[in-house]
C-alpha cells in the first residue's frame, strides 16, 4: 500500500517536471505532460523514452556517451545551423529517411543460444583485404563543415582501429592528405559529373593518390529539396559569403579534390547522363576496382553483376537522394540474392545500432557503411568523437553477436532475421 501511494507521488512529481521541460512540447509528450498536477494520465509511454525527455543533459565528452545519438545533440549546438541542417536533411517529406530507421525495428533478431562465444571475431573480406570491423566510413561532403579537421579527424580517427574510410569528390581536404592521414588507402567516391574530362581527371587523381577503389555514386540524378536544411538555414545568422562563392565554380574552389581541373561547362556536380555504357567507359580507363552506390533492386544488382562492377552498396543515399519511402535494409534481401555471392554487397543509410549492422550482415552484407553518426562525433568533438562513436558501434556490434550466438560474421545469415 505504501509502495502504491509512494509510486504516485513519484509519478506525479515526474508528469511536473515533464510539464516544466523545455523538451516535452518538442517530444510530443506534451499532450500527457499537460494536466500532470491533478491527474496521472494512463497512457504514459512504457518503456518511457528517457533520451527524448532528458535533452538538456548533453554529455561534456566522448567517454559520457551511452549510444551514438548522445553526440548528435552537441553537435547541433556546435555546428551552425545551416551545417547542421545540411547533414540531417532528407528530401520533402523525409519519407525514406524516417524509413530507413523504422524499418530496422520491423526486424527482429533469432539469437541461438549454447554456443561457446567467449571469443568473437568481427573481420570481414573486401577484394582480398582484411578488415577487423565491417563498419565502413561512407562518403561524406566538407567535413570542415563540422569540424575544423574536417576529415582528417575522420581519417586518424579510423586509422585508429582500422575501418575502411571512403572518401568524398567533395571532401573538404584533398585525397592526398587523406591518405597521409588514415596511412593507409582508402577508396575513392566518384561524382562524375556530365563531363567526361571532368570524371577522368578526378579518376586520375585518385589512382595516383594509391586509392584500389573507385566508388561511383549513382543516386545523384536530379536536383533535391533539402527542407530541413532550408528551414535551419534561416536562423543561421554566420556571414557565410567569407567561405561560400556563389555558382559552381565557387562550389568546386572549396573542394580540393578539383583543385587543377578544368570544370568550364558543368553547371552542376550531378550526373543524370549515366549508363551502364558509361560504367563500362569507366572500368576501360581505370585499373582501380569499380563500386556502385546507390543500388535498390534486384534489376539493377544483376545488371551490375552482368556488367562487370566489382561491388555494390545498397544505399539511398541517407535518405538524401529521393523520397521514394524505400529503407536500403528492405532492399538488401532482393539484391543479395541477385547478386548470389558473385560479388560484395555493402549496405548503408540509418544504421545506428550494433543490432542494425548484424541486420544488414545477416541479410548478405559484407560490410555497413554509417554516415551521420560519425559527422554527429566530428561536430561534437573532433576527432575524438569520431572515434568514441566507431568504438560505441564496434562494442554494440560484438554484444550482438554474442547474443545472438555467432562468433564470426561468415555465421551470420537470413535465418537470424525475422520479419514483425
Ligand atoms: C552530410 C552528408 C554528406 C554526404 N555526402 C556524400 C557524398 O559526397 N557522396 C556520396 O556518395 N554520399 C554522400 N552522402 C551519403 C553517405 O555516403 C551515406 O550514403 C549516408 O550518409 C548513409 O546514411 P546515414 O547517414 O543514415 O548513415 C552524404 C551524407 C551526408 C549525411
Known sequence: MMDQVDNAANRRQFLRFLAGSPVVAFTGL??????????PPANLPDPVNWRALLTQDLIK???????????????????????????ASGIDDE??????????????????????????ETTTELFGVKWPTPIVIAPTGGNRAYHPDGELAVARAAKAHGHLQILSTVASTSVEDV??????PIWFQLYATQKWEVTEALVKRAEAAGCPVLVLTVDRKAGRNQETYLRL??????????????????????????????????????????????????????????????????????????????AIIVSNHGGRAEDSGLPTIDCLPEVSKAVAGRIPVLVDSGFRRGTDVIKGLALGAQAVCIG??????????????????????RAELEVGMKQCGVRSI?????AFVRRA
Not at 109 to 117: A, G, H, S
Not at 271 to 283: A, E, G, Y
Not at 372 to 380: F, H, I, K, V
Open 179 to 184: 591518405v597521409q592521414a588514415r596511412a593507409a
Open 61 to 87: 565528452s566522448p567517454g559520457d556517451a551511452i549510444n551514438v545519438f548522445d553526440f548528435e545533440l552537441v553537435a547541433r549546438k556546435n555546428v551552425p545551423p545551416g551545417h547542421f541542417g545540411y547533414m
Open 410 to 414: 561468415a555465421e551470420l545469415s537470413p
Open 95 to 120: 519519407l525514406t529517411l524516417r524509413a530507413n530507421r523504422e524499418a530496422f525495428a520491423r526486424l527482429q533478431l533469432r539469437p541461438r543460444r549454447l554456443n561457446d562465444v567467449t571469443k568473437v
Open 372 to 393: 551521420r553518426p560519425y559527422l554527429w562525433g566530428l561536430g561534437a568533438f573532433g576527432e575524438p568523437g569520431v572515434e568514441r562513436v566507431l568504438e560505441i558501434l
Open 30 to 39: 506534451s499532450a500527457f505532460a499537460g494536466d500532470t498536477a491533478s491527474s
Open 233 to 310: 538555414r534561416r536562423s543561421d545568422s554566420q556571414d557565410c559569403s567569407g567561405c561560400h562563392e556563389p555558382g559552381l565554380k565557387g562550389l568546386v574552389r572549396m573542394k580540393p579534390n578539383f583543385d587543377g581541373i578544368d570544370v568550364s561547362g558543368l553547371t552542376s556536380l550531378e550526373s543524370p547522363n549515366l549508363t551502364w555504357d558509361f560504367v563500362n567507359r569507366l572500368k576501360d580507363a581505370t585499373r582501380m576496382k569499380v563500386v556502385l552506390k546507390g543500388i535498390l533492386t534486384a534489376e539493377d544488382a544483376k545488371l551490375s553483376v552482368d556488367n562487370g562492377v566489382d
